[in-house]
Protein backbone atom coordinates (compact mmCIF):
# COMPACT_ATOMS: atom_id res chain seq x y z
CA UNK A 1 0.00 0.00 0.00
CA UNK A 2 2.55 2.51 0.80
CA UNK A 3 4.46 1.55 -2.55
CA UNK A 4 0.94 2.43 -4.24
CA UNK A 5 0.59 5.60 -2.40
CA UNK A 6 4.73 6.65 -3.53
CA UNK A 7 4.00 5.64 -6.76
CA UNK A 8 0.80 7.91 -7.02
CA UNK A 9 2.63 10.67 -5.10
CA UNK A 10 5.56 10.73 -7.41
CA UNK A 11 2.76 10.90 -10.47
CA UNK A 12 1.04 13.49 -9.01
CA UNK A 13 4.32 15.32 -8.83
CA UNK A 14 5.41 14.98 -12.19
CA UNK A 15 1.83 16.44 -13.46
CA UNK A 16 2.22 19.80 -11.05
CA UNK A 17 5.59 19.48 -12.56
CA UNK A 18 4.46 19.88 -15.89
CA UNK A 19 2.01 22.07 -15.32
CA UNK A 20 4.59 24.71 -13.85
CA UNK A 21 6.49 24.23 -16.76
CA UNK A 22 3.80 25.02 -19.30
CA UNK A 23 2.57 27.67 -17.19
CA UNK A 24 -1.11 27.59 -17.70
CA UNK A 25 -2.91 30.74 -19.83
CA UNK A 26 -4.39 33.14 -16.92
CA UNK A 27 -7.12 35.29 -17.79
CA UNK A 28 -6.72 38.01 -15.30
CA UNK A 29 -3.68 38.97 -13.19
CA UNK A 30 -4.31 38.52 -9.28
CA UNK A 31 -0.62 38.39 -8.08
CA UNK A 32 2.47 39.96 -8.30
CA UNK A 33 4.73 39.57 -11.01
CA UNK A 34 5.93 40.08 -14.59
CA UNK A 35 3.28 38.41 -17.67
CA UNK A 36 3.69 37.82 -21.34
CA UNK A 37 0.49 38.80 -23.47
CA UNK A 38 -0.98 36.34 -25.42
CA UNK A 39 -3.89 36.18 -27.88
CA UNK A 40 -5.78 34.60 -25.14
CA UNK A 41 -4.76 35.82 -21.65
CA UNK A 42 -1.50 35.95 -19.86
CA UNK A 43 1.95 33.82 -18.62
CA UNK A 44 3.81 34.61 -16.15
CA UNK A 45 7.49 34.95 -16.68
CA UNK A 46 8.86 32.22 -13.97
CA UNK A 47 12.35 32.59 -12.57
CA UNK A 48 15.33 30.28 -14.20
CA UNK A 49 16.17 28.08 -11.03
CA UNK A 50 19.37 26.78 -12.62
CA UNK A 51 22.82 28.64 -11.93
CA UNK A 52 23.65 29.87 -15.51
CA UNK A 53 23.00 33.19 -17.11
CA UNK A 54 20.85 31.34 -20.59
CA UNK A 55 18.78 28.52 -20.63
CA UNK A 56 20.20 25.22 -21.43
CA UNK A 57 18.28 23.49 -24.19
CA UNK A 58 18.11 20.62 -21.38
CA UNK A 59 16.13 22.62 -19.44
CA UNK A 60 13.73 23.75 -21.86
CA UNK A 61 10.82 21.98 -20.33
CA UNK A 62 11.47 23.92 -17.09
CA UNK A 63 10.28 27.39 -18.98
CA UNK A 64 6.66 28.33 -19.45
CA UNK A 65 6.20 29.42 -22.75
CA UNK A 66 4.04 31.89 -24.31
CA UNK A 67 1.96 31.48 -27.99
CA UNK A 68 1.14 35.82 -28.57
CA UNK A 69 -0.40 35.18 -31.98
CA UNK A 70 1.65 38.21 -34.16
CA UNK A 71 5.02 39.12 -33.02
CA UNK A 72 4.06 42.05 -30.98
CA UNK A 73 5.63 41.26 -27.79
CA UNK A 74 4.28 43.19 -24.78
CA UNK A 75 4.59 42.29 -20.93
CA UNK A 76 2.54 43.14 -17.39
CA UNK A 77 4.57 44.22 -14.45
CA UNK A 78 2.35 44.13 -11.72
CA UNK A 79 4.37 45.37 -8.75
CA UNK A 80 4.87 47.81 -6.12
CA UNK A 81 7.25 50.98 -6.12
CA UNK A 82 8.09 49.81 -9.97
CA UNK A 83 11.05 51.42 -11.92
CA UNK A 84 11.11 50.75 -15.21
CA UNK A 85 15.13 50.91 -15.05
CA UNK A 86 15.22 48.20 -12.82
CA UNK A 87 14.24 46.11 -15.62
CA UNK A 88 16.34 44.64 -18.77
CA UNK A 89 15.29 42.54 -21.32
CA UNK A 90 17.17 40.31 -23.59
CA UNK A 91 16.21 37.54 -25.88
CA UNK A 92 18.38 34.18 -26.77
CA UNK A 93 18.07 33.02 -30.11
CA UNK A 94 17.69 29.21 -30.26
CA UNK A 95 21.33 29.24 -32.20
CA UNK A 96 24.46 26.60 -30.93
CA UNK A 97 26.11 29.59 -30.42
CA UNK A 98 24.73 31.41 -27.51
CA UNK A 99 23.96 34.51 -28.62
CA UNK A 100 21.96 37.64 -26.33
CA UNK A 101 19.99 40.51 -27.75
CA UNK A 102 19.11 43.35 -25.62
CA UNK A 103 15.12 44.56 -26.39
CA UNK A 104 14.08 48.03 -25.95
CA UNK A 105 10.29 48.95 -24.74
CA UNK A 106 8.02 51.79 -23.67
CA UNK A 107 6.51 51.35 -20.42
CA UNK A 108 3.00 52.84 -19.84
CA UNK A 109 0.83 52.80 -16.47
CA UNK A 110 -2.28 50.74 -16.50
CA UNK A 111 -5.83 51.43 -14.88
CA UNK A 112 -4.86 49.04 -11.59
CA UNK A 113 -2.22 50.30 -9.13
CA UNK A 114 1.23 49.03 -9.35
CA UNK A 115 0.18 47.68 -13.00
CA UNK A 116 2.31 48.69 -16.00
CA UNK A 117 2.70 47.53 -19.94
CA UNK A 118 5.92 47.03 -21.25
CA UNK A 119 5.97 47.30 -25.15
CA UNK A 120 9.14 46.05 -26.83
CA UNK A 121 10.20 48.90 -29.86
CA UNK A 122 10.60 46.57 -32.51
CA UNK A 123 8.62 43.35 -33.47
CA UNK A 124 9.61 39.79 -31.99
CA UNK A 125 9.45 36.51 -33.61
CA UNK A 126 8.84 33.31 -32.28
CA UNK A 127 12.01 30.85 -31.92
CA UNK A 128 14.01 33.12 -28.78
CA UNK A 129 13.67 32.63 -25.12
CA UNK A 130 12.95 35.67 -23.85
CA UNK A 131 15.27 36.88 -19.95
CA UNK A 132 13.89 38.89 -17.70
CA UNK A 133 16.46 40.68 -15.51
CA UNK A 134 14.97 42.55 -12.43
CA UNK A 135 16.41 42.71 -8.75
CA UNK A 136 12.78 43.95 -8.03
CA UNK A 137 11.36 40.62 -9.77
CA UNK A 138 13.58 37.46 -9.85
CA UNK A 139 16.87 36.49 -8.11
CA UNK A 140 18.57 36.09 -11.26
CA UNK A 141 16.42 36.22 -14.34
CA UNK A 142 13.37 35.58 -15.29
CA UNK A 143 12.29 33.11 -18.58
CA UNK A 144 9.53 32.59 -20.93
CA UNK A 145 9.84 31.12 -24.38
CA UNK A 146 8.22 32.87 -27.14
CA UNK A 147 6.54 30.06 -29.03
CA UNK A 148 5.34 26.64 -28.53
CA UNK A 149 9.15 25.57 -26.80
CA UNK A 150 8.71 21.81 -29.02
CA UNK A 151 7.47 23.17 -31.54
CA UNK A 152 10.11 25.82 -31.81
CA UNK A 153 12.75 23.63 -31.48
CA UNK A 154 11.64 20.81 -34.38
CA UNK A 155 11.81 24.18 -36.50
CA UNK A 156 15.38 25.08 -35.46
CA UNK A 157 16.88 21.59 -35.77
CA UNK A 158 14.81 21.28 -39.71
CA UNK A 159 17.27 23.82 -40.63
CA UNK A 160 19.18 20.97 -42.62
CA UNK A 161 21.39 23.89 -44.27
CA UNK A 162 23.49 24.67 -40.40
CA UNK A 163 26.79 24.15 -40.31
CA UNK A 164 29.04 22.96 -37.73
CA UNK A 165 26.56 19.43 -37.57
CA UNK A 166 28.86 18.19 -34.45
CA UNK A 167 27.59 21.41 -31.94
CA UNK A 168 24.16 20.70 -33.67
CA UNK A 169 24.41 17.31 -32.35
CA UNK A 170 25.24 18.35 -28.71
CA UNK A 171 22.62 21.04 -28.75
CA UNK A 172 19.85 18.59 -30.09
CA UNK A 173 20.68 15.78 -27.11
CA UNK A 174 19.90 18.00 -24.84
CA UNK A 175 16.57 18.91 -26.00
CA UNK A 176 15.85 15.33 -26.03
CA UNK A 177 16.76 15.13 -22.81
CA UNK A 178 13.92 17.96 -22.28
CA UNK A 179 11.69 16.48 -24.79
CA UNK A 180 12.54 12.46 -24.44
CA UNK A 181 9.41 11.83 -26.24
CA UNK A 182 9.10 13.76 -29.47
CA UNK A 183 9.27 11.51 -32.31
CA UNK A 184 10.51 14.56 -34.18
CA UNK A 185 13.04 15.28 -32.73
CA UNK A 186 14.44 11.54 -32.50
CA UNK A 187 14.12 11.44 -35.99
CA UNK A 188 16.34 15.13 -36.40
CA UNK A 189 18.48 13.16 -34.22
CA UNK A 190 18.99 10.70 -36.15
CA UNK A 191 19.77 12.87 -38.72
CA UNK A 192 22.37 15.27 -37.58
CA UNK A 193 24.29 12.31 -36.28
CA UNK A 194 24.83 11.46 -39.77
CA UNK A 195 25.98 14.90 -40.75
CA UNK A 196 28.28 15.30 -37.68
CA UNK A 197 29.89 11.53 -39.25
CA UNK A 198 30.13 12.83 -42.63
CA UNK A 199 31.07 16.41 -41.25
CA UNK A 200 34.44 14.91 -39.44
CA UNK A 201 34.86 12.38 -42.45
CA UNK A 202 35.67 15.43 -44.66
CA UNK A 203 37.43 17.61 -42.19
CA UNK A 204 39.88 14.51 -41.84
CA UNK A 205 40.36 14.50 -45.51
CA UNK A 206 41.04 17.89 -45.81
CA UNK A 207 45.02 16.91 -44.70
CA UNK A 208 45.09 14.35 -47.83
CA UNK A 209 44.05 17.78 -49.71
CA UNK A 210 46.90 19.99 -48.24
CA UNK A 211 49.46 17.58 -48.93
CA UNK A 212 48.14 16.81 -52.25
CA UNK A 213 48.45 20.99 -52.70
CA UNK A 214 52.12 20.53 -51.93
CA UNK A 215 52.66 18.06 -53.87
CA UNK A 216 51.02 20.00 -56.86
CA UNK A 217 52.59 23.48 -56.35
CA UNK A 218 56.16 21.55 -55.93
CA UNK A 219 58.57 22.24 -58.60
CA UNK A 220 61.64 19.94 -57.58
CA UNK A 221 61.24 16.41 -58.22
CA UNK A 222 62.49 15.45 -54.57
CA UNK A 223 60.15 17.66 -53.36
CA UNK A 224 57.24 16.63 -54.67
CA UNK A 225 58.23 12.51 -53.65
CA UNK A 226 58.40 13.86 -50.30
CA UNK A 227 55.33 14.93 -50.79
CA UNK A 228 53.57 12.24 -52.66
CA UNK A 229 54.93 10.26 -49.52
CA UNK A 230 53.41 12.36 -46.85
CA UNK A 231 50.06 12.12 -49.51
CA UNK A 232 50.56 8.47 -48.81
CA UNK A 233 50.55 8.14 -45.46
CA UNK A 234 47.57 10.59 -45.03
CA UNK A 235 45.20 8.69 -47.16
CA UNK A 236 46.15 5.48 -45.17
CA UNK A 237 45.37 7.41 -42.28
CA UNK A 238 42.06 8.34 -43.71
CA UNK A 239 41.36 5.05 -45.20
CA UNK A 240 41.70 2.96 -42.13
CA UNK A 241 39.33 5.78 -40.27
CA UNK A 242 37.09 5.93 -42.72
CA UNK A 243 37.02 2.77 -45.24
CA UNK A 244 33.79 3.37 -46.33
CA UNK A 245 33.86 7.48 -46.07
CA UNK A 246 32.63 10.04 -48.44
CA UNK A 247 36.24 10.47 -50.59
CA UNK A 248 37.62 6.84 -49.71
CA UNK A 249 37.22 6.90 -53.78
CA UNK A 250 38.97 9.63 -54.17
CA UNK A 251 41.56 8.97 -51.67
CA UNK A 252 41.84 5.72 -53.71
CA UNK A 253 42.24 7.01 -56.57
CA UNK A 254 45.13 9.42 -55.37
CA UNK A 255 47.08 6.33 -53.46
CA UNK A 256 47.67 4.49 -57.15
CA UNK A 257 48.37 7.89 -58.91
CA UNK A 258 51.22 8.85 -55.83
CA UNK A 259 51.97 4.98 -56.04
CA UNK A 260 52.67 5.71 -59.69
CA UNK A 261 54.76 8.94 -59.86
CA UNK A 262 56.89 7.93 -56.87
CA UNK A 263 58.17 4.86 -58.66
CA UNK A 264 58.84 7.46 -62.08
CA UNK A 265 60.32 9.76 -59.66
CA UNK A 266 62.42 7.10 -57.81
CA UNK A 267 63.89 6.38 -61.68
CA UNK A 268 64.93 9.76 -62.38
CA UNK A 269 66.62 10.87 -58.75
Given at each position: ?????????????????????????????????????????????????????????????????????????????????????????ELRH??????????????????????????????????????????????RMGV???????????????????????????????????????????????????????????????????????????????????????????????????????????????????????EEYE???
Amino acid sequence: MIKVLKYLLGGLLMIASVSTALAKVIDSIDSYGIYVVTSNGYVKVESYSHDYDFVDFNYANEIPFAARGDDALKLVVYAKKFDPNSVELELRHLDVVVKREKIGFSVKPLDKTDMYELHADAPISDGAMLHVRSWLLFDRMGVVMLGDTEAELVKFFSQKEMENATAVTQYLDDARVAFPDNDELKVLSKYWKSAAKAEKDIQAYTYVDEKWQQYENAEKLSLKARYLNAVMGKINGYLNQYPDGVKAEEAEQRRLIAEEKLEEYEKLL
